[in-house]
């Protein structure tokens, strides 16, 4: 009924970020990669990670060597803390 040009939807998406943020919780994982066995492996991030980083007092999981790691990716995701109860 108005000329006023529409609002792009910001309160929906605030909502449903706020909603999001209450439930779930940021976890920050980092890929590290293996270069003796040149496997990949996500562990959870610690504290002075970086990407391209390597590593030292770890150890791979598939070799148990721990000469040539390195974080290749640090990447976040959601958790659902519902979900992660149940697993255990
Ligand atoms: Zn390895």
């Given amino acids: 009924m108005s000329e006023e040009p529409q609002l792009p939807p910001i309160p929906d998406i605030g909502i449903d970020a706020i909603t999001r943020k209450k439930r779930f919780y940021e976890k920050i994982n980092t890929v590290v990669k293996c270069g003796n066995c040149h496997e990949n492996y996500t562990r959870e991030f610690k504290k002075g990670d ?30 659902d803390p519902k979900k992660e109860k149940k697993k255990k």
């Fill in 50 to 79: 970086y990407t391209f980083k390597k590593l030292s007092g770890e150890s791979c999981p598939k070799c148990n060597e721990g000469q040539s790691l390195m974080i290749t990716e640090i990447f976040s995701e959601w958790i």
